[in-house]
């Protein structure tokens, strides 16, 4: 766990002493310390275990192209280029984790200034990125990296190319379906108008079973999607990905920067992309809610999580003088209580390094139990 702690608490610290007199060496050594930590996690989380298994039955043919029929298809080609390449599987998942962390840092560079960069990237670290990258929905998580490069031409509002990215997107994860009608939602809307909406939103959304019902006949036309969706809500998947709760703590917290954002639209607004941010900002608690209903749509908040972070970070401007930081702790300690609430379990302590077993030659069992054996957790998770 200290890992994990030490992982927020740096990146929070560098921006306590940066945040007048933004260092160039210091963002970028501590982006250095964070990917050294969250990218090169080793036996630690769930679902390295089945990625390792479908890219290591390239071996056997027989025991690899089936999967076409169930796994997204570029997906499978990705594996097929790693294997050819004569890539080890975890050569393969390091590199392309490191390349997707490095595009998400590039997007805070880019659109975030420089004083609040830090503390969005603490914020976005607390509540999605170590997780995501010691434990990655892998296929998930290509997919953002995919609808991350089409942020330029959301932006410019190119349609034709946009969608391209997209179709890119959703032959590696399905769930980037939902991104092409998010291209719709990049307009101004009025806060009354907002307002409405996240109250009709919480009130249509009380009854999951009507969601699931629409959610199938909009996707008629995609089978492949509409059944995986299918065995998410009513199959054998539907206990962990299914129906969720209305309510939860982290939606009260979601609920309250989503109050701060609104207050703070003219001066997000003033920013470079600030109608993209704010936009990012106040889509996902619309996002997050449909999410408690349908857990599986939860994966969607990855897409626009970053966004939704340096809106989070850029309302620090309207604060006054006095408010700031205490709003500064606020974020530190709310990313360290969801960071500690996602990290708690028997998968993800202890934590450990791929570079420091590069001497050992551990067998798949043995990794896949290291954690079991070790973690203080194992009681809590049984």
Not at 58 to 76: A, H, I, T
Not at 84 to 90: N, P, V
Not at 125 to 147: E, H, Q, T
Not at 159 to 180: E, G, N, Q, R
Request: contains cysteine.
């Amino acid at each position: 766990m200290g890992s994990y702690l030490f992982t927020i608490s740096i990146v929070f610290i560098s921006f306590l002493f940066s945040y007048k007199r933004p260092d160039k060496r210091i963002f970028e050594f501590v982006v250095l310390v964070v990917c050294f930590i969250i990218c090169f996690g080793y036996m630690t989380g769930t679902d390295w275990r089945a990625y390792e298994e479908i890219y290591d039955s390239y071996k056997e043919p027989d025991n690899f192209y089936w999967r076409f029929l169930f796994v997204e298809p570029l997906y499978l080609c990705l594996n097929i280029i790693g294997n050819e390449a004569q890539l080890s599987f975890w050569t393969f998942y390091l590199i392309i984790k490191v390349l997707i962390f490095y595009k998400v840092i590039s997007i805070f560079r880019r659109i975030c200034p420089s004083n609040v960069c830090l503390l969005a990237l603490t914020f976005y670290l607390g509540f999605w990125g170590v997780m995501i990258f010691i434990d990655p929905p892998f296929r998930n998580l290509i997919a953002v990296y995919i609808f991350l490069c089409s942020i330029r031409y959301f932006y410019e509002r190119d349609l034709k190319k946009y969608l391209l990215l997209c179709w890119l997107a959703i032959l590696f994860h399905y769930s980037a379906f939902l991104l092409i009608p998010l291209y719709f939602c990049n307009r101004s809307f009025s806060n009354r108008n907002i307002i409405i909406a996240f109250v009709l939103v919480n009130l249509l959304l009380l009854d999951a079973d009507w969601v699931f019902a629409l959610i199938g006949k909009l996707l008629f036309f995609l089978p492949q999607v509409a059944a995986k969706i299918e065995n998410y809500t009513i199959g054998g998947e539907a206990e962990t990905t299914g129906a969720g709760k209305i309510l939860s703590l982290g939606y009260f917290i979601h609920i309250f920067f989503f109050i701060i954002i609104l207050k703070s639209r003219k001066i997000i607004e003033n920013r470079p992309y600030g109608n993209l941010i704010f936009n990012m900002g106040i889509l996902y608690i619309f996002i997050f809610r449909l999410g408690l209903t349908v857990l599986i749509f939860s994966r969607i908040q990855l897409f626009i999580s970053i966004f939704y972070s340096i809106a989070v970070a850029l309302s620090l401007m309207s604060m006054k003088s006095n408010q700031k930081l205490f709003y500064v702790f606020i974020i530190y300690a709310l990313a360290v209580f969801s960071n500690v609430n996602q990290m708690r379990s028997v998968y993800m302590v202890p934590y450990t390094n791929y570079f420091f077993y590069l001497d050992e030659n551990l067998s798949f069992e043995e990794r896949s139990n290291y954690n079991f054996i070790h973690s203080p957790y194992k009681e809590i998770d049984k």
